[in-house]
């Protein structure tokens, strides 16, 4: 059974898949959550989400030059701290990735069909799924398109608010309510795809030079965007109107004077979350492979199909489970849940980097991803200790099972 991948993936299509999957539904979902939480001090809240982001994404390129494989902090932190701590971040990144995507696949039919969501949310799963299976290079493609369609609603969102007849400065109101870390939190959902491009280690022309390359450029690249719009935006909302809203990027351009720009960030906004759900479905199923290589998850996922080069019964497994959930429930509100289990996979990943020397932007990102995840709302991280708990115990009863 052929489990090796092969590297066709060169830094431009790196720097794509990380922008796929962190512009795209983030941005048109997580203002409105960080903004009730945060209040005023929004934009302080999404510094601090940089910042986090930043120190990850340092700790994350250290770590690929040193272990191109598929699979990310699994790997990492399998190699640098022990089994266990390696299967406690894939089992995180699998679980709160999972429902992420479900969430995505939901946003998608919410966008083009709110009547028959589930039914648009499946079948968008499936599309993207067979997209995945025809080989990472198509995937690679296809994440170009949306990356660019996403760009382009993006910069019409701001140019819109940004030339509204009447605007006001985001800046004039000092952050002095709300919770600036809980708002983080939240916001780091957006920011959280750059693991993707480490998940592709295996995939990429020589990893050690494009991983660190790619990861670096495509987190610069989303910084720029989230803080342009979220300057745009709370420049035509008060931080209250934006807590409000459902749908933050239509209100925005309705409140600055152009409501035939409504249907376009509608189409954007089920583009984007497309582009998340293409990424996701990639990089948890690339994590499942390495997992499965292991034996944490049934074997046979390790499985590579030997014409298209993917770990299909990995990605046919991921499709599988995401296709299930959105067809059934409405985990749109899992964002907090996810971004707990992304903040325990990167702590996994900063304190691996600690134990190679430089430790001060390790040390930095794991104090922050520690602190960030329990200023999340009080049910994400019961749920999400809940998830962590339950993988301890199946990792237990392995061992003790097969030792």
Known sequence: MTTALVRRLGLSDAVMIGL???IGA???????????????????????AAVVAYCNATSSARLAALYPASGGTYVYGRERLGPFWGYLAGWAFVVGKTASGAAMAYTVGAYVWPEQAHAVAVAAVVALTTVNLRGVQKSALATRIIVAIVLATLAAVVVSCLTAATTTSPLQTAPTDGNLLQAAGLLFFAFAGYARIATLGEEVRDPART?????????????????????AVLSVLTPAELAASTEPLTDAVRAAGHPALVPVVKVGAAVAALGSLLALVLGVSRTTLAM?????LPPALAAVHPRYHVPHRAELAVGVVVAVLAATVDLRAAIGFSSFGVLVYYAVANASACTLGRRFVPVVGLVGCVVVAFALPVVSVV?????LALGALIYAVRTRLVP
């Open 26 to 48: 983030g941005v048109f979902a997580a203002l409105a959550p960080a903004a009730s939480a945060a209040g005023s001090g929004l934009l302080i809240g999404l510094l601090i």
């Open 20 to 22: 796929g999957a962190m």
């Open 211 to 231: 991983i660190p390359r790619a990861v670096r450029i495509a987190l610069g690249i989303t910084l720029v965007v989230y803080a342009t719009v979220a300057l």
């Open 383 to 387: 749920s999400g200790l809940a998830v």
């Open 292 to 296: 499965a290589r292991d034996h944490h």
